[in-house]
């Protein structure tokens, strides 16, 4: 007889439009978080490892499809330019975090409802 193997749930979520568009999700929060470390899109897509065009099309993706800005645009100059993020920049990933770490407890908790001790069908 196995003894019995700990298992746990994942999940991953992400919010869309009526059209099934990705408006939010844990990459958005990833490029807004980067963002705001540091202070432009081209710091944030250094460190994320992606180009500028990228992190710069999904940020904008999501601003046409909220229809507000998630960042205010500083044009260069002798020290460069930059982003910040506006309030509903700074809303979405509180919003977003909270609505993640939500989902993580309902889904422990419903897991543990429905597999405790284990998966069924290893009562070998």
Do not use: C
Not at 95 to 111: K, N, P, V
């Amino acid at each position: 007889m196995n003894p019995l193997k700990r298992f746990s749930v994942r999940s991953k979520i992400w919010i869309e439009d009526e059209e099934g568009n990705i408006v939010f999700g844990s990459g958005r929060l990833r490029i807004l978080d980067a963002v705001d470390r540091h202070g432009s899109i081209l710091g944030a897509a250094k460190e994320l490892h992606m180009s500028y065009r990228a992190v710069w099309g999904k940020i904008k993706a999501t601003e046409d499809r909220l229809g507000r800005p998630l960042l205010t645009r500083k044009v260069g100059g002798t020290r460069g330019g930059g982003s910040e993020l506006t309030p509903l920049g700074k809303l979405m990933i509180e919003r977003f975090r909270r609505l993640q770490a939500l989902t993580e407890t309902a889904a422990d908790s419903l897991f543990q409802d429905l597999f405790t001790p284990g998966i069924p069908g290893d009562e070998r």
